[in-house]
Nanobody, 128 residues
Framework: QVQLVESGGGSVQAGGSLRLSCAASGYTYSSYCMGWFRQVSGKEREGVAVIDSDGSTSYADSVKGRFTISKDNAKNTLYLQMNSLKPEDTAMYYC??????????????????????WGKGTLVTISS
C-alpha cells in the first residue's frame, strides 16, 4: 500500500515562495507517475505538476515558469517549489502516485485517468 504524507503548506503573501514535500512509502513500482494536484472548495481538482520515474515533468499552464517539481529518490520524497505565488494559487495541495498512466505521465493524463494513491493534503493560502 502506497502512503503519501504532505508537508510544507502555509500562508504567505503574493510574490512569496513555498516548498511542499511529500514523503512516499510502500511502493514497489520501478515505473510510476507522481505529482501534485490542487483543489479549491467547490471546484474540481486540477493537476499542477507531475514527474515520472525517469524524471520527465509536465506542468499546468497556469504554473509554468513559477513552480518546479522534483524528487529525491534516495529520500523517497517529492517536492514542489512554488515561487511568485499568486492569490489564485490558494488551494489544498495533494500529492498523488500512480503506476504508469495511459499516454504517459502528464497533468492532462493525471486529471483524466486519475491517480491511484493520494495524500491527505496540505493547505496553501496566498494573501494579496
Amino acid at each position: 500500500q502506497v502512503q503519501l504524507v504532505e508537508s510544507g503548506g502555509g500562508s504567505v503573501q503574493a510574490g512569496g515562495s513555498l516548498r511542499l514535500s511529500c514523503a512516499a512509502s510502500g511502493y514497489t513500482y520501478s515505473s510510476y507517475c507522481m505529482g501534485w494536484f490542487r483543489q479549491v472548495s467547490g471546484k474540481e481538482r486540477e493537476g499542477v505538476a507531475v514527474i515520472d520515474s525517469d524524471g520527465s515533468t509536465s506542468y499546468a499552464d497556469s504554473v509554468k515558469g513559477r513552480f518546479t517539481i522534483s524528487k529525491d529518490n534516495a529520500k523517497n520524497t517529492l517536492y514542489l517549489q512554488m515561487n511568485s505565488l499568486k492569490p489564485e494559487d490558494t488551494a489544498m495541495y495533494y500529492c498523488a502516485f500512480s503506476p504508469p498512466l495511459p499516454l504517459g505521465c502528464t497533468v492532462v493524463a493525471g486529471d483524466y485517468y486519475g491517480m491511484d494513491y493520494w495524500g491527505k493534503g496540505t493547505l496553501v493560502t496566498i494573501s494579496s
